[in-house]
Structures are given as structure tokens and as C-alpha cells.
């Protein structure tokens, strides 16, 4: 005979916190809701866990079926437990978040989203529940992170100018960095590699591609290395 608990107790949910980088701003991901409450408001893709579902399959699952993102890498942000977050009843949703590279990740909505857009950081709409809030702690993790670990490559494609990975740089610390000082350590840190490629289809003159190496990075982390930006 199954053992039924007999007292009240929480909902679960998980939520998605998503950041992308353009040619312009630091972007994040959002769905317009279709269902009550707050239907219309923009939010965090996210949605209940089921019976037996371990929490990271919920958000994977609900990223893909509001988004159509999948395959990326999410990463525990935190817990959110106020009981007065959510109209409906008390719900305490677990917040995950990742980085993509916009460009090889094309989203739309479906399930119980109207519509998904990716937002600029500086221009977020009003956010349903408590996603302000969560959006909020997303970006302090992600300004605090990417200045101790290399996370921010996933943000970029496969091969990228030193440009544009400085300009990653200032766009997430919302700050101008010194190029020269900013090139000599990254490259001093021996975990890009230099190709023997240019940047094609641009106005300004081209520059030389580089690309992470996670092998060398990881080797050098056995040996006492320390990633600091």
C-alpha cells in the first residue's frame, strides 16, 4: 500500500534564466505568457516538475517546450521559497541559468507561451512573479563568475577576434576595459589558440580569429592555475 503524507506541502518548479550576446547588448531569454495568472507578462521560461522528473530534467524540458532551446548547459543558480511569490498557492522554484551563442540557437514559443524573445539586459519589460528578483541574482552570478572561470566563451562562436571577446568582457561587467592590457592577459594565459584565419564580411580591417582550448585550460588548472579577469 503507497504511504500518502497526510500534511500540506510545497509545489516545485524550476526556472530558467538564459543570457545571450549579440553584436550590440547582453541579451536575456523570455517567454510571454499565455495562461493566468499574469497571462500577457513577459517571464522566465519555466514551468512545474512532475511526479518522479529529478528538478534539471524539469528545466530542460520546459526550456525546450517554451523555447525550443535545448542541449544547453544549465547550471544551479538558487532557491526561491517565499510563500507569497506565487498567487496560486505556495510554489518554491529552483532557478538554473546558461549561456549560448545566439547564433546557433533560434528559439520560438510553444506549450503555454504566446511568444519568447530574447530582451538587452538594460531594457527588461515587467517580469510575472517574482523574476525580477531572480533575473537580478542570475546577473550578479553571472558578473561575479566570468572574472574567476571561462564560462564566458560559451557566450561566443567557436572562433572569435580578440574584439569580440573583449567587448563580451565589458558588456557582462558594465565597464570599459584598457585593450592593451586586456590582450596581453588573455594571451598570456596560453588557453586560446591563434589560427591561421581572418575574420571575412567585415567594413573594418580584419583581425585574427582565436578559439578556447577547454584541454588546455583544464591542464593547467591540475597545475595550480588560476583564471582571473
Same mark, same amino acid.
Given at each position: 500500500?503507497?504511504?500518502?503524507?497526510?500534511?500540506?506541502?510545497?509545489?516545485?518548479?524550476?526556472?530558467?534564466?538564459?543570457?545571450?550576446?549579440?553584436?550590440?547588448?547582453?541579451?536575456?531569454?523570455?517567454?510571454?505568457?499565455?495562461?493566468?495568472?499574469?497571462?500577457? $507578462?513577459?517571464?522566465?521560461?519555466?514551468?512545474?516538475?512532475? !511526479?518522479?522528473?529529478?528538478?534539471?530534467? #524539469?528545466?530542460?524540458?520546459?526550456?525546450?517546450?517554451? #523555447?525550443?532551446?535545448?542541449?544547453?548547459? =544549465?547550471?544551479?543558480?538558487?532557491?526561491?521559497?517565499?510563500?507569497? &511569490?506565487?498567487? &496560486?498557492?505556495?510554489?518554491? #522554484?529552483?532557478?538554473?541559468?546558461?549561456? !549560448?551563442?545566439?547564433?546557433?540557437?533560434?528559439?520560438?514559443?510553444?506549450?503555454?507561451?504566446?511568444?519568447?524573445?530574447?530582451?538587452?539586459?538594460?531594457?527588461?519589460?515587467?517580469?510575472?512573479?517574482?523574476?525580477?528578483?531572480? =533575473?537580478? !541574482?542570475?546577473?550578479?552570478?553571472? $558578473?561575479?563568475?566570468?572574472?574567476? $572561470?571561462?564560462?564566458?566563451?560559451?557566450?561566443?562562436?567557436?572562433?572569435? #577576434?580578440?574584439?569580440? @571577446?573583449?567587448? /563580451?568582457?565589458? +558588456?557582462? @561587467?558594465?565597464?570599459?576595459?584598457?585593450? $592593451?592590457?586586456?590582450?596581453?592577459? /588573455?594571451?598570456?594565459?596560453?588557453?586560446?589558440?591563434? =589560427?591561421?584565419?581572418?575574420?571575412?564580411?567585415?567594413?573594418?580591417?580584419?583581425?585574427?580569429?582565436?578559439?578556447?582550448?577547454?584541454?588546455?585550460?583544464?591542464?593547467? !588548472?591540475? +597545475?595550480?592555475?588560476?583564471?582571473? /579577469?
Amino acid at each position: 500500500m503507497a504511504f500518502a503524507y497526510k500534511y500540506p506541502r510545497p509545489a516545485l518548479t524550476a526556472d530558467c534564466v538564459v543570457f545571450g550576446l549579440d553584436d550590440e547588448n547582453l541579451k536575456v531569454l523570455l517567454i510571454q505568457r499565455d495562461n493566468e495568472p499574469f497571462a500577457g $507578462q513577459w517571464a522566465l521560461p519555466g514551468g512545474f516538475a512532475q !511526479v518522479g522528473e529529478p528538478l534539471e530534467k #524539469t528545466a530542460m524540458r520546459e526550456l525546450e517546450e517554451e #523555447t525550443n532551446l535545448k542541449n544547453v548547459f =544549465l547550471e544551479q543558480l538558487y532557491t526561491f521559497s517565499d510563500p507569497n &511569490r506565487d498567487p &496560486r498557492e505556495h510554489v518554491v #522554484t529552483v532557478a538554473y541559468f546558461a549561456l !549560448v551563442n545566439l547564433a546557433e540557437h533560434k528559439v520560438h514559443a510553444s506549450t503555454d507561451a504566446r511568444r519568447a524573445a530574447w530582451f538587452d539586459i538594460d531594457n527588461i519589460p515587467p517580469l510575472a512573479f517574482d523574476h525580477k528578483k531572480i =533575473l537580478s !541574482v542570475a546577473y550578479d552570478r553571472l $558578473q561575479g563568475k566570468i572574472r574567476h $572561470q571561462p564560462i564566458g566563451f560559451e557566450l561566443l562562436p567557436p572562433r572569435f #577576434t580578440l574584439r569580440q @571577446l573583449q567587448r /563580451m568582457y565589458e +558588456k557582462i @561587467l558594465n565597464r570599459k576595459l584598457d585593450k $592593451q592590457n586586456f590582450r596581453k592577459k /588573455m594571451l598570456k594565459m596560453g588557453i586560446l589558440d591563434e =589560427l591561421d584565419e581572418i575574420e571575412t564580411d567585415v567594413a573594418h580591417r580584419a583581425a585574427r580569429l582565436y578559439r578556447f582550448n577547454d584541454y588546455k585550460y583544464r591542464n593547467r !588548472v591540475k +597545475k595550480g592555475f588560476i583564471f582571473e /579577469m
